[in-house]
């Protein structure tokens, strides 16, 4: 059984350019969470998703950065214009469903702008 | 208010012992559950144990419990026989309305455990 799966794990943006950050849930798990983690820092909550749905981007920053989940694929975290403070490690889990007590998490993608 | 207070950046153990990592909650919820991860230093989130706040016993998973005091609002999890492998951050995170629409779990700043020889 394959677990949250992230890509890249490791990602190198200049100040400017764009950053996509894809995550495919556990097999059957329909619900997506995006957190971030700066240096020495806890995890942030982003962004939660339902396939097709934004259920809660209360996390999420209000310019430059945007989720998806579609129908078909993995969920995308898109972050344009890549600032130095972007760079962080990001984190994607996923649920079975709203109420259920584990999320499980992917190994991240260390997003590094120069 | 920090919802979830982690007040020990660093903690050392000798091999063997046990240790207990500090966390204390804030909610106004009823129903929420706390979580333990560790994150060792290649980066992943491991999920230790999980405590629902209607369970009366105090949850258990191998080496790990959680001490939960309701009234007092903390939920510290003890280490057993700490071995070399357990050196790690330790996050203590809380889901609050397990009942509603909320899911997003918030994160404590973290435990750096080290386990000595």
């Known amino acids: 059984n394959a677990g949250v799966m992230q890509n890249p794990r490791h990602l190198v943006r200049r100040r400017g350019q764009e950053a996509r950050l894809r995550c495919s849930p556990v097999k059957g798990h329909s619900h997506v969470y995006w957190y971030r983690q700066l240096p020495e820092e806890g995890l942030k909550f982003m962004v939660y998703?339902?396939?097709?749905?934004?259920?809660?981007e209360s996390g999420m920053p209000k310019e430059r950065f945007s989720a998806e989940f579609p129908k078909e694929g993995p969920s995308i975290l898109r972050i344009q214009q890549v600032v130095r403070g972007d760079s962080a490690a990001y984190f994607c889990a996923s649920s079975q469903d709203r109420t259920y007590n584990e999320q499980f998490f992917g190994p991240g993608t260390r997003l590094t702008v120069l | 208010a920090q919802k979830i207070t982690q007040t020990q950046p660093g903690m050392f153990v000798q091999e063997k012992e046990a240790v207990t990592l500090d966390c204390t909650y804030d909610?106004?919820?009823?129903?929420?559950?706390l979580f333990w991860y560790k994150q060792p230093s290649s980066g992943e989130m491991i999920f230790l144990i999980y405590q629902g706040s209607y369970d009366e016993q105090n949850a258990t998973e191998g080496r790990y419990s959680l001490n939960f005091q309701k009234a007092r609002k903390s939920a510290n999890l003890v280490i057993s026989a700490s071995q070399l492998g357990d050196s790690a951050m330790y996050f203590c995170a809380m889901r609050e309305g397990l009942g509603g629409t909320a899911s997003k779990l918030t994160f404590g700043t973290g435990t750096r455990l080290q386990v000595m020889l």
């Open positions: 998703l339902q396939k097709e749905n934004i259920i809660d």
């Open positions: 909610t106004s919820d009823q129903s929420y559950g």
